[in-house]
C-alpha cells in the first residue's frame, strides 16, 4: 500500500503536540495544591493549551485516509492524560465531597433534598468527609438523575476515586459519542482530540470529578439517535435530569423526534423524580439558594446588571402600576431584573434558532455560548461542555476561552486563606476581553465574505457557515 506522506507528517504533528502537552500536564498533576498555589498551575495550564490548541489546528485539516491508527492514538493519549489526575486530590474544588455524601445519605434511605448535610439527622453518617463539604447548611441542588448515580457510585465504593472513575467514564464515552458523530458528518475523526486531549476537560474531570461529561454524553446520544424517536427523547431527558441546562437544548430536537419523541422526553423526566417525590417544592430550595447567592468570573453579565440598576430605579417611581409587586424586595432586586433580562435573551436566540432550524450541536454551540457570556456564575468547569460542542463545530473564541477560563481561579489562595473571594478586574480583563475581541472579528469577517466567492479551504469551519477561526 502506497504511504500518504500528508497522513505521515499529520501523525507526526499530532504525536508531537501530545508529547509537549503530556510533560506540562504531568506537571500540574505533581503540584501538591493547585488552588493555593495558582500562579504556577496557570502558568503551566496555558502553556499545556498551547500544544492542545495546536493539535485542534492539525485535526480539523487531517487526511481524508485516516483510520482507526488515529483515533486510537487519540484515545490512548486521552487515557494517559487522565491518568495523571486520577489517582490525585481534588485541589481546585470541594464539590466531590458532596457527591460522595449525597450518595451515602441515599444509601442511609434519606433524601438529599430535605436534609441538608448540617442537618441532626444525619449526624450519624458524618465522619472526615463530611467536614469538607462546601456550604453544609444547603441541601442538594443536584438533579436527580445525577443523585442516582452518586448513588451507584457510593454504593460500589464511597470515595472520591469511585466518582471519578464515573464521570472520567462519561468523559470518555463523550468522546466516543463525538468520533461517531464526526464520521456522519464526513469530518475527520480525529477532531474528538479537541475535546478529548483539552487540558480544561482532563483537570476539570480527572482531577475535579465534575458531572458536565455525564450531560454532555446524553446530550449527544440524544442527537445520534434522532432517527430512533422515542431512544432520543428518553436520552434528553436523562440528559436534563443530569444537568437542568439541557432543558434549553430540547427545542434544537424538538421537530426531529416529534409527538413520540417529546412523550417519551417527559415521562422520563417525570420518571426520574419520584424517587424524590418526597422533597414536595423542596426539591428546588438547593438550586433557588445556589442562584440566589453565588456569582463568580462573569463578563457580559456585568454590564447588564449595570442596566438592571438603572431600569430599577426608574420602576421604583412607578410603585402605583402593581403595588404587590414592589413589596417583594427579592422580585426588584437588582439581580432578578439582570438574570430575567438575561432570560429574555437567551429565549430570543433560541427562538431564532428554532426558527431556522439550526442543527442541533450548532444549536446548542451558539446558546450555550451565549448563556456562558451571560452568566453570572462562570465556574472554569462550566466551559467543559462548550468544548465537546467545538469539537464538531470548531471556533477560536470557544478554545480561546477554554484556554483562558483558568484565569478564574485567581481568587482561590485568598479563600483558602481567609474565605474571601475576592476578584482582580484585571485578571477579568485578560480572560475575557481577547475571546469577545477573536468573536468580533469573526462576525466582521464572515460578514465581509458575504460578498466574496466561498473559498473551498475548509480551515476551522466550513463555508457553509459553522462558526471558524478568522
Known amino acids: 500500500m502506497e504511504r500518504d506522506p500528508s497522513l505521515s507528517r499529520a501523525r507526526l504533528a499530532l504525536v508531537g503536540c501530545a508529547v509537549v502537552e503530556a510533560v506540562f500536564l504531568l506537571t500540574i498533576a505533581r503540584m501538591p495544591d493547585l488552588g493555593s498555589g495558582f500562579p504556577p498551575f496557570a502558568r503551566a495550564f496555558l502553556f499545556a493549551s498551547i500544544p492542545w490548541l495546536a493539535a485542534a489546528y492539525v485535526t480539523t485539516r487531517y487526511p481524508a485516509r485516516a483510520g482507526r491508527l488515529d483515533v486510537a492514538l487519540v484515545f490512548g493519549v486521552a487515557i494517559l492524560l487522565r491518568l495523571f489526575f486520577l489517582f490525585g486530590e481534588p485541589t481546585l474544588s470541594d464539590d466531590v465531597y458532596r457527591y460522595v455524601w449525597e450518595g451515602?445519605?441515599?444509601?442511609?434511605?434519606?433524601?438529599?433534598?430535605?436534609?441538608?448535610?448540617?442537618?441532626?439527622?444525619?449526624?450519624?453518617?458524618?465522619?472526615?468527609?463530611?467536614?469538607?463539604?462546601n456550604h453544609p447548611e444547603i441541601?442538594?441542588?443536584?438533579?436527580?438523575f445525577l443523585q442516582l448515580q452518586f448513588r451507584a457510585a457510593s454504593t460500589i465504593a464511597p470515595s472520591v476515586l469511585a466518582m471519578k472513575v464515573l464521570f472520567t467514564s462519561w468523559d470518555l464515552a463523550a468522546a466516543m459519542l463525538l468520533v461517531i458523530l464526526l464520521r456522519r458528518r464526513g469530518r475527520p475523526a480525529v477532531q474528538a482530540a479537541i475535546y478529548a486531549w483539552s487540558p480544561l476537560v482532563i483537570v476539570e474531570v480527572a482531577g475535579n470529578a465534575h458531572v458536565e461529561p455525564a450531560w454532555i454524553a446524553l446530550f449527544l446520544a440524544a442527537v445520534l439517535l434522532e432517527g430512533r424517536r422515542m431512544a432520543s427523547g428518553v436520552a434528553l431527558a436523562l440528559s436534563a435530569a443530569t444537568k437542568l441546562?439541557?432543558?434549553?437544548?430540547?427545542?434544537?430536537?424538538?421537530?426531529?423526534?416529534?409527538?413520540?419523541?417529546?412523550?417519551?422526553?417527559?415521562?422520563?423526566?417525570?420518571?426520574?423524580?419520584?424517587?424524590?417525590?418526597?422533597?414536595?417544592?423542596?426539591?428546588?430550595?438547593?438550586?433557588?439558594?445556589?442562584?440566589?447567592?453565588?456569582?463568580?468570573?462573569?463578563?457580559?453579565?456585568?454590564?447588564?446588571?449595570a442596566v438592571a440598576d438603572a431600569f430599577r430605579e426608574r420602576l421604583l417611581r412607578v410603585q402605583w402600576i402593581a403595588p404587590r409587586i414592589w413589596e417583594n424586595p427579592h422580585l426588584l432586586s437588582s439581580l432578578s431584573i439582570a438574570k430575567g433580562l438575561c432570560a429574555l435573551v437567551l429565549a430570543g436566540i433560541g427562538f431564532w434558532m428554532w426558527r431556522r432550524r439550526t442543527e442541533p450541536i450548532r444549536f446548542a454551540?451558539?446558546?450555550?455560548?451565549?448563556a456562558i457570556s451571560l452568566s453570572p456564575i462562570v465556574h472554569p468547569w462550566y466551559v467543559v461542555p462548550l468544548v465537546a460542542f467545538l469539537a464538531v463545530e470548531p471556533n477560536l473564541a470557544g478554545l480561546l476561552l477554554a484556554t483562558?477560563?483558568?484565569?478564574?481561579?485567581?481568587?482561590?489562595?485568598?479563600?483558602?486563606?481567609?474565605?474571601?473571594?475576592?476578584?482582580?478586574?484585571?485578571?477579568?480583563?485578560?480572560?475575557?476581553?481577547?475571546?469577545?475581541?477573536?468573536?468580533?472579528?469573526?462576525?466582521?469577517?464572515?460578514?465581509?465574505?458575504?460578498?466574496?466567492?466561498?473559498?473551498a479551504d475548509p480551515s476551522f469551519g466550513d463555508a457553509a457557515g459553522s462558526p471558524s477561526f478568522p
Open 104 to 133: 451515602r445519605v441515599q444509601s442511609a434511605g434519606h433524601n438529599p433534598y430535605v436534609l441538608a448535610p448540617a442537618a441532626p439527622e444525619l449526624a450519624p453518617l458524618r465522619d472526615a468527609l463530611h467536614a469538607r463539604i
Open 139 to 144: 441541601p442538594s441542588c443536584y438533579p436527580p
Open 245 to 305: 441546562v439541557s432543558i434549553a437544548f430540547v427545542p434544537a430536537l424538538a421537530r426531529r423526534i416529534r409527538g413520540a419523541g417529546l412523550a417519551a422526553c417527559c415521562v422520563t423526566c417525570a420518571l426520574a423524580f419520584v424517587p424524590f417525590a418526597s422533597a414536595g417544592t423542596a426539591l428546588f430550595v438547593g438550586m433557588r439558594e445556589y442562584a440566589d447567592r453565588w456569582r463568580a468570573n462573569d463578563s457580559l453579565f456585568r454590564f447588564v446588571l
Open 404 to 455: 483562558l477560563v483558568v484565569l478564574g481561579y485567581h481568587p482561590l489562595p485568598a479563600w483558602k486563606e481567609s474565605q474571601v473571594w475576592r476578584e482582580d478586574p484585571y485578571y477579568l480583563l485578560v480572560e475575557w476581553l481577547p475571546v469577545y475581541a477573536v468573536l468580533a472579528i469573526t462576525a466582521v469577517t464572515r460578514w465581509r465574505s458575504r460578498t466574496r466567492p466561498i473559498s
Open 365 to 370: 454551540l451558539v446558546l450555550y455560548f451565549a
